[in-house]
């Protein structure tokens, strides 16, 4: 699998490989955060959401990891397969609003 | 199929010409947003509709005007737009919403605005 140590806007991964998207949120207050996929002219869609009291959940295929300690958020998508080609978001909910990362956005080699 | 319903899918307008775009769900949503999205950036929160009633407006212009006819339904009025306000403009909503509602929001496919 591919996995990036820091944030970065573009990731390739090839076929059936596992993919790690990193995200470095900025308010050591915020306690909601969601991993949003955006396809090309669709808008963002729900993948896993986690709570500030949790440091790892699993869904279908993906999991998000949170570490409060240096602010930092990680999708894990399994078996990559090109439907999975898109923009991936992270946000974060701090108070009533819902701020969203720059994005990466994940090619899928054949 | 997303369960937030957006239309028109594209618009073209002038200056001068006044529109609207809707927006629509019937999840059983309280809480209704409008976002703004430039191409290769993420949404940015433009306003929140809580219960129907307007809870928060991120300092924009007055040449855009929200409206929440009831608990279903979202409208965004538009006049006198500038270029620069060309973009995608994306409705989502949620269970609830008010400070720490903590709920996921649920966005429609956007209507992807011009401005000419």
């Known amino acids: 699998g591919e996995s990036v140590g820091l944030h970065l806007p573009t990731l390739s991964v090839q076929e059936g490989d596992n993919s790690i998207i990193n995200c470095a949120y900025s308010n050591s207050a915020s306690d909601y955060f969601i991993w949003y996929k955006q396809e090309s002219g669709k808008g963002p869609q729900f993948i896993i959401d986690?709570?500030?009291?949790?440091d790892k959940r699993q869904g279908k295929r993906v999991t998000v990891l949170l570490n409060k300690t240096v602010k930092h958020l990680s999708l894990q998508i399994a078996a990559t397969q090109p439907g999975d080609s898109a923009v991936y978001f992270c946000?974060?909910?701090?108070?009533?609003?819902?701020?969203f990362g720059a994005g990466t956005t994940v090619t899928v080699r054949a | 199929d997303t369960e937030v319903t957006q239309t028109p899918k594209h618009l073209v307008m002038g200056m001068t010409n006044k529109k609207s775009l809707k927006c629509e769900q019937h999840m059983g949503h309280r809480a209704m947003y409008w976002y703004k999205q430039k191409a290769k950036k993420p949404p940015e929160l433009m306003f929140v509709?809580?219960?129907?009633?307007?809870?928060i407006n991120e300092s924009v212009p007055s040449r855009f005007s929200p409206e929440c006819p009831n608990s279903s339904l979202l409208n965004l009025h538009l006049h006198a737009l500038q270029p620069e306000d060309s973009a995608l403009y994306l409705c989502?909503?949620?269970?609830?919403?008010?400070?720490?509602?903590?709920?996921?929001?649920?966005f429609g496919d956007g209507t992807r605005l011009s401005i000419l």
């Open positions: 989502a909503s949620s269970q609830r919403g008010g400070r720490r509602s903590n709920q996921p929001q649920h």
């Open positions: 946000a974060e909910m701090d108070d009533y609003k819902l701020s």
């Open positions: 509709y809580s219960y129907e009633k307007l809870s």
């Open positions: 986690i709570r500030s009291n949790m």
